[in-house]
Each structure stands twice: as C-alpha cells, then as structure tokens.
C-alpha cells in the first residue's frame, strides 16, 4: 500500500487549508484512515480517524476546526482544517489500515504563521 499526501503550505492564523492522501496498490479493502501530525520537539499524536463505515473520532484540540472525510472508491481521505492556529503548525501525515497493519504516507509541512 502506497500513500500519497498532496496540500499543507504556509497559512495565516484562521486560515484554512485541506489535506489530501491517495492510497495506491494492492489491496481489497482499507479499514481505517487516519491523519497524524507531529510538531517540531514533540512526539506523533492523531489527528483524525475515519472507518470504512464514516465512523470518526478527532483530537480535542481539533474538534470543531478540523473535518476528516473519505472517498471509499477512490481510497483517499481527506483533511479540511479551518481556523487554524499557530500550534497547529506540524509535519501531517495519513495513515491507512489494511489487514491489522498501518501503513504511512510522506509527510507534509503545514505551518500557521503571521
């Protein structure tokens, strides 16, 4: 399974920004897709997560901001933030799951600055 990321740039504060990863290869089925980011000196933290079924969870630090969404035939998901903050500034990566296992997608830059 490859993942392709496409978006993130450079972003005023309450700006928006939408996110794309295209999922490629030899696959039936992607269970879950997620969107992780992680900022300069901190560790990966989950974003989003969508299941096949639309079923989704956020970060509370996102809630209300960020919108996860999925494409099924086309296996890409998305990430639209809004209203984005300084501290939302990181490398954002999505992931996929096929079979139990997760798969990672390169990384893009989104920094929130003035």
């Known amino acids: 399974v490859q993942l392709v990321v496409f978006g993130g740039g450079l972003v005023q504060p309450g700006g928006s920004l939408r996110l794309s990863c295209a999922a490629s290869?030899?696959?039936?089925?992607?269970?879950?897709m997620s969107w992780f980011r992680q900022a300069p000196g901190n560790g990966r933290e989950l974003v989003a997560g969508?299941?096949?079924?639309?079923?989704?969870n956020y970060a509370e630090s996102v809630k209300g901001r960020f919108t996860i969404s999925r494409d099924n035939a086309k296996d890409a998901v998305y990430l639209q933030m809004n209203s984005l903050k300084l501290e939302d500034t990181a490398v954002y990566f999505c992931?996929?799951?096929?079979?139990?296992?997760?798969?990672w997608g390169q990384g893009t830059l989104v920094t929130v600055s003035s």
């Open positions: 992931t996929a799951q096929v079979r139990g296992l997760v798969y």
């Open positions: 290869g030899s696959f039936s089925r992607i269970n879950s």
């Open positions: 969508i299941f096949s079924s639309g079923i989704t």
